[in-house]
């Protein structure tokens, strides 16, 4: 592997035994090469591999995954971009474990399009990001799409370049538009009553019995959304919002069109302007879906009652 590329390996594993090994050998030799490495993976999984390390653990940055992570279009900002800028001039290696048995099929298309995204997102840099999936517990079509979204296939007989390799298409699969919601409210706004907009979400949020925190970051979500509507989507949109089993709902139509992949997925630095609202969105929400095409932008926000 040449040093100076991107190399971004699927670890396909079959139980702990195998998951120990195949990550602890990757943190250990990044470190006798001297590079920062950063573990972020789900909290059971986090704890086998720190006590495999042992004392080594303490030189390895740690992440929950199912914190960190729980909205995928959260994780190439505020997880991989994080940890790699952090070490400018360096080559760092990465482990992130985006998809694991129990994610939701609600999830999963969002998780996909974030391994193909990790493609864009770092193209040319010195960065090596394993991505473990669980080969006996997740579903055959998760497998294909990692083969999809992953250059180089890795298990317990070694690397090998993936033949199904085709992130676009990934990419393509997960810009569908979305079913429609069994019932909600809407609300058409512009820029006389976006803060009518905003009163919808946060009154439905609190029938469903969503309070405190919870509730400011549904209104900072809908108001990011709401202005990126006014200033780049045609001066207005509708907002929709409903209960999907548990889960609030805030959507924005509007008749924008997002043509850059990574938008909302790059960190941002506070003094630099520009605009940075679905970056926001993407922070303090449980999951967000998007659908694009030229004339049409929707958004869809996922909250839980409770913030993770």
Same mark, same amino acid.
Request: charged share 25%; hydrophobic share 40%; proline share 8%.
């Given at each position: 592997?040449?040093?100076?590329?991107?190399?971004?390996?699927?670890?396909?594993?079959?139980?702990?035994?195998?998951?120990?090994?195949?990550?602890?050998?990757?943190?250990?030799?990044?470190?006798?090469?001297?590079?920062?490495?950063?573990?972020?993976?789900?909290?059971?999984?986090?704890?086998?591999?720190?006590?495999?390390?042992?004392?080594?653990?303490?030189?390895?940055?740690?992440?929950?995954?199912?914190?960190?992570?729980?909205?995928?279009?959260?994780?190439?900002?505020?997880?991989?971009?994080?940890?790699?800028?952090?070490?400018?001039?360096?080559?760092?290696?990465?482990?992130?474990?985006?998809?694991?048995?129990?994610?939701?099929?609600?999830?999963?298309?969002?998780?996909?399009?974030?391994?193909?995204?990790?493609?864009?997102?770092?193209?040319?840099?010195?960065? #090596? $990001?394993?991505?473990?999936? /669980?080969?006996?517990? %997740?579903?055959? =079509? !998760?497998? *294909?799409?990692?083969?999809? @979204?992953? +250059?180089?296939?890795?298990?317990?007989?070694?690397?090998?370049?993936?033949?199904?390799?085709?992130?676009?298409?990934?990419?393509?699969?997960?810009?569908?538009?979305?079913?429609?919601?069994?019932?909600?409210?809407?609300?058409?706004?512009?820029?006389?009553?976006?803060?009518?907009?905003?009163?919808?979400?946060?009154?439905?949020?609190?029938?469903?019995?969503?309070?405190?925190?919870?509730?400011?970051?549904?209104?900072?979500?809908?108001?990011?959304?709401?202005?990126?509507?006014?200033?780049?989507?045609?001066?207005?949109? #509708? $907002?929709?919002?409903?209960? /999907?089993?548990?889960? %609030?709902?805030? =959507? !924005?139509? *509007?008749?924008?069109?997002? @043509?850059? +992949?990574?938008?909302?997925?790059?960190?941002?630095?506070?003094?630099?302007?520009?605009?940075?609202?679905?970056?926001?969105?993407?922070?303090?929400?449980?999951?967000?879906?998007?659908?694009?095409?030229?004339?049409?932008?929707?958004?869809?926000?996922?909250?839980?009652?409770?913030?993770?």
């Amino acid at each position: 592997m040449p040093a100076e590329t991107f190399h971004h390996p699927a670890l396909f594993y079959r139980g702990d035994r195998e998951y120990v090994a195949a990550t602890t050998s990757f943190v250990r030799d990044g470190l006798a090469a001297g590079e920062p490495v950063a573990v972020a993976v789900p909290a059971d999984r986090l704890r086998l591999i720190s006590s495999a390390l042992g004392a080594q653990a303490g030189l390895v940055r740690l992440l929950d995954m199912r914190e960190a992570g729980r909205n995928p279009g959260r994780i190439i900002p505020a997880v991989l971009r994080d940890f790699a800028d952090r070490h400018p001039g360096r080559r760092v290696r990465i482990i992130g474990e985006p998809i694991w048995p129990g994610r939701t099929a609600l999830e999963r298309p969002a998780c996909a399009q974030h391994e193909a995204l990790i493609n864009v997102a770092f193209a040319g840099r010195e960065v #090596t $990001i394993l991505c473990p999936y /669980d080969a006996a517990r %997740l579903a055959p =079509e !998760v497998l *294909d799409e990692a083969a999809r @979204t992953h +250059p180089v296939l890795r298990d317990h007989a070694g690397e090998r370049p993936s033949g199904e390799y085709a992130p676009e298409l990934v990419l393509d699969a997960c810009n569908r538009p979305f079913d429609e919601p069994g019932s909600c409210v809407s609300l058409p706004f512009d820029r006389t009553d976006l803060s009518a907009a905003r009163a919808l979400a946060v009154r439905e949020a609190a029938r469903l019995g969503i309070d405190g925190d919870r509730l400011d970051d549904i209104r900072l979500a809908v108001t990011e959304l709401g202005a990126n509507s006014l200033d780049h989507g045609g001066g207005s949109g #509708t $907002i929709r919002v409903w209960d /999907d089993d548990g889960l %609030l709902v805030c =959507e !924005v139509a *509007d008749r924008g069109h997002i @043509t850059d +992949p990574l938008a909302g997925r790059r960190p941002v630095d506070a003094h630099s302007p520009g605009s940075r609202g679905l970056l926001i969105v993407n922070l303090v929400s449980d999951l967000v879906r998007v659908h694009t095409a030229p004339g049409t932008t929707v958004v869809r926000a996922y909250f839980a009652p409770h913030r993770p």
